[in-house]
C-alpha cells in the first residue's frame, strides 16, 4: 500500500512508479549478520534541527521510512541525551506492524537500548514506565542508577570509565538482538563510528537550508574515515531524497524480504 507523498526510486534501476511499503521494507530489510544501522535527517547545509530539534527537517516520506525501520529492527538504540531532549515516547507501532513481525518471527515491539555513561536517566519518562518491552541501559561500571530505573530497565555495565561500546553491542547480539537500529545523537553516531560498529547510514537530506548555528550530524572526538558505498538513492515528491550506504554484504545475503537480506 502506498500512501501520502510517493516515494520513487532513482538509483540503481529507477522507477517512476511509486514505491509501497512492501517494496520499501525490501529495500531496508534485514541482514542475515548482526548489523547496526544508524538513521538521521539533514538539512541541504548539513544542520542536525531546526529550533533546536530534528522534528523541523523531517517530513512525512522521512517519517514512513522512519517507521519502517522501526518495523525491521531488533532492537532501537539511542543516546541518553538524544532520548531526554528528543522526549522520547515508549516504543511501540501499530498493528499492520506487529503482524508483519509476528509472521517474521521477530518480538512485537522492538527493545529500546539507551546508552548512558551519567545514567542521568528519569525512570518516570514514558520511553520507560510504559514501554511494551522491557529496555536495556547500556553504561559503565562506574555509574551509579538512579532510584527506580532497575525496576523498569536492565541495566548492563560494559567497561569501566566509560561505555564500551562494541563489548555493549556483542551483548546485545548474545541476547538475540543482532539487528540494531541507532537514531542517534551526533555524538554517540561519533563513537560508534570511531569503533568502526556502523555497517549502514540512512541518510535524508531535507530540502532546506538551515543556516549557520545548528551541529553536524556526527560529533565527538576525530576519527579515521569509513567508506560506505551507496546502495540506494530514493526521492519524495516534496523534493525529499533519502540516501542508504552500506558496508559490502556477504554473498551468502539475500535481498527477499523472507530471507532477512541486506
Known amino acids: 500500500m502506498t500512501v501520502g507523498i510517493p516515494i520513487r526510486r532513482l538509483w540503481p534501476e529507477p522507477s517512476t512508479q511509486p514505491l509501497d511499503d512492501a517494496a520499501l521494507t525490501t529495500l531496508y530489510c534485514r541482514a542475515d549478520e548482526p548489523h547496526l544501522r544508524v538513521n538521521f535527517v539533514a538539512s541541504l547545509d548539513g544542520a542536525v534541527s531546526v529550533d533546536g530539534y530534528s522534528a523541523g527537517l523531517s517530513g512525512e516520506p522521512d517519517k514512513r521510512v522512519f517507521g519502517l525501520l522501526r518495523m525491521v529492527c531488533d532492537a532501537l538504540v539511542v543516546a541518553a541525551g538524544t532520548l531526554r531532549h528528543e522526549g522520547y515516547r515508549a516504543v511501540r507501532l501499530d498493528e499492520r506492524r506487529r503482524a508483519w513481525r509476528r509472521a517474521n ?39 551509579d542508577p538512579p532510584p527506580g530505573l532497575t525496576d523498569v530497565a536492565d541495566v548492563l555495565r560494559c567497561g569501566t570509565e566509560r561505555v564500551d561500546l562494541a563489548a555493549g553491542l556483542a551483548e546485545l547480539h548474545r541476547r538475540g538482538l543482532t539487528q540494531l537500529l541507532c537514531e542517534g545523537g551526533p555524538h554517540l553516531f561519533g563513537a560508534l563510528t570511531a569503533a568502526d560498529l556502523v555497517d549502514e547510514l540512512c541518510l535524508t537530506v531535507s530540502p532546506l537550508l538551515a543556516g549557520p548555528g545548528p551541529g553536524r550530524i556526527t560529533a565527538g572526538d576525530a576519527a579515521p574515515p569509513r567508506h ?35
Do not use: C, K, N, W
Not at 233 to 262: E, F, K, N, W, Y
Open 228 to 262: 560506505l558505498p551507496l546502495r540506494h538513492v530514493l526521492a519524495a515528491d516534496d523534493g525529499v531524497l533519502m540516501l542508504r550506504h552500506a558496508r559490502p554484504r556477504p554473498q551468502s545475503m539475500s535481498t527477499a524480504p523472507g530471507a532477512h537480506g541486506i
Open 105 to 143: 518471527g521477530l518480538a512485537e515491539y522492538p527493545t529500546l537500548v539507551v546508552v548512558s555513561g551519567s545514567l542521568d536517566l528519569d525512570p518516570a519518562q514514558a520511553a520507560f514506565a510504559d514501554a511494551p518491552t522491557r529496555p536495556i541501559v547500556l553504561t559503565h561500571a562506574d555509574a
